[in-house]
């Protein structure tokens, strides 16, 4: 297994609303990758194309655009991960949606229940073939089928019923700018080195303390707890992903208070 180089370049795009503009060359990397190991060798390559646990890394313009067209055309397959980005986080569907990139497979799981442990893999047609046309005496698809027929899936219907009925997606996209405009408000509070955003998930970047480089977040972590408002932390990094039923007020209030949380840090 070989990896990417990651998308974060605070020194180009600090303070960037939606994609950044710089670092879709990092894309090129592939092509090394490629030229490294043969074609023939790599069955996927395997993308968050919104990254959430590792600070909120949105990609450059054009950077996923790349990958496809790598990937297609040394017959590799494309997988986003979108467990994260899955069900309106990006006030799209999917993040191949927003990004109007169509990976070959999919990896959902989170919103597609709203919380309880159910996944789902979604495919291409061409992929989906490949395992449903097979040799006649097997079967499709064949695994361990652990779960198969649990009664439970059934929320994953009734979630997505939800989504559709209530117009969360829509919602959430509408909620963009207001969002925006109130966690880039936080720019010039103590210790913050950078923010960014896309549909209703952004982060905030704070100076790490030299041999401590989780201390400072972990302090407005518990500050923020203290003050009734959670938030998710990464290293020197805030990451703040609300329900998409969250409310304009509601955004006063949260950002509000973190940047209390944020003055008040030593």
Excluded: W
């Excluded at 559709?164 to 936080?186: M, P, Q, T, V, W």
């Excluded at 103590?190 to 955003?197: C, G, L, M, S, Y």
């Excluded at 003050?227 to 932390?233: A, E, S, V, Y």
Aim: aromatic letters at 6%; proline letters at 6%.
């Amino acid at each position: 297994m070989d990896h990417l180089a990651h998308t974060h370049l605070p020194h180009l795009n600090a303070y960037t609303r939606s994609q950044p503009e710089h670092g879709a060359t990092l894309a090129d990397e592939l092509e090394r990758i490629v030229a490294l190991h043969g074609a023939e060798t790599i069955a996927a390559v395997i993308v968050k194309p919104m990254a959430g646990s590792t600070g909120v890394l949105i990609p450059p313009k054009v950077y996923l655009e790349k990958l496809r067209a790598i990937n297609k055309k040394h017959g590799i397959l494309l997988i986003f991960y979108e467990v994260i980005t899955g069900f309106g986080r990006l006030g799209s569907a999917f993040a191949a949606q927003h990004f109007d990139v169509l990976p070959d497979m999919m990896t959902t799981a989170k919103g597609l229940t709203n919380g309880i442990p159910i996944g789902a893999v979604l495919t291409t047609a061409a992929v989906h073939d490949a395992f449903m046309q097979g040799p006649a005496p097997m079967i499709e698809l064949f695994h361990g089928y652990a779960c198969s027929g649990i009664p439970i899936a059934a929320c994953g219907i009734a979630t997505l019923e939800t989504y559709k009925e209530a117009g969360l997606f829509e919602r959430a996209a509408a909620l963009e700018g207001y969002r925006a405009d109130a966690i880039h408000s936080l720019r010039g509070l103590p210790h913050v080195i950078d923010i960014r955003n896309m549909g209703l998930i952004d982060a905030v970047e704070l100076k790490g303390i030299p041999g401590e480089p989780t201390k400072r977040a972990f302090a407005a972590f518990l500050a923020a707890c203290g003050k009734g408002i959670l938030i998710r932390t990464t290293g020197d990094i805030i990451a703040l992903s609300p329900p998409l039923i969250i409310s304009k007020g509601q955004i006063d209030e949260l950002i509000g208070t973190l940047g209390d949380v944020l003055r008040a840090l030593e």
